[in-house]
């Protein structure tokens, strides 16, 4: 059964809360959950003057194919409350596949793996706690080599809430 990495993040209202039923919807629409890393804090990537984003990442085992798990996480955003306004803007809840076991595909919906997964920092600390080894499909290098190169600065820190 393919294995599937997953970033969860939001920014707005109970940020702990989107996360948990993010969580409790994925286990039951998208596959089982086995892994989950711890959750962190960091400021906003992109457009910067907004609320802190809580992230973590899921691993989770699917009998769907990317395209299904995509149209499954969306429907999950769109239930959670999540409105699209304004790229990297505030969100309650976000939901990106980050790997989908080795596979490399780019359509026009749909890249895998994650595009920007090794240029942000909130992505690869709770991903190498969940696998440091794990390759990247396309740049041949694991996790915790991505993560010891990322050249983002933002910091991220374990959320205590």
């Known amino acids: 059964m393919p294995k599937v990495y997953l970033l969860l993040g939001g920014n707005l209202g109970d940020r702990t809360l989107y996360l948990q039923q993010a969580r409790e919807s994925i286990n039951q629409q998208v596959g089982t959950l086995t892994h ?5 804090e960091t400021a906003a990537w992109g457009k910067t003057e907004q609320p802190n984003f809580l992230n973590q990442v899921l691993e989770v085992q699917t009998e769907l194919p990317p395209e299904q798990v995509l149209q499954s996480i969306n429907q999950i955003e769109q239930e959670l ?3 699209r306004h304004e790229h990297w803007g505030a969100r309650v809840i976000d939901i990106d596949i980050l790997f989908y076991d080795d596979l490399v595909q780019q ?7 994650h595009p920007q997964l090794h240029l942000r920092r909130f992505t690869l600390l709770p991903l190498a706690e969940l696998a440091p080894e794990l390759e990247h499909p396309v740049l041949h290098t694991s996790i915790n080599q ?3 190169a990322c050249p983002d600065e933002l910091e991220v820190w374990e959320f205590e809430g």
């Open 36 to 40: 989950s890393s711890k959750v962190y």
């Open 81 to 83: 409350g999540r409105v």
């Open 146 to 148: 991505l993560l010891q």
């Open 107 to 113: 359509t026009q919906r749909l890249i895998i793996p």
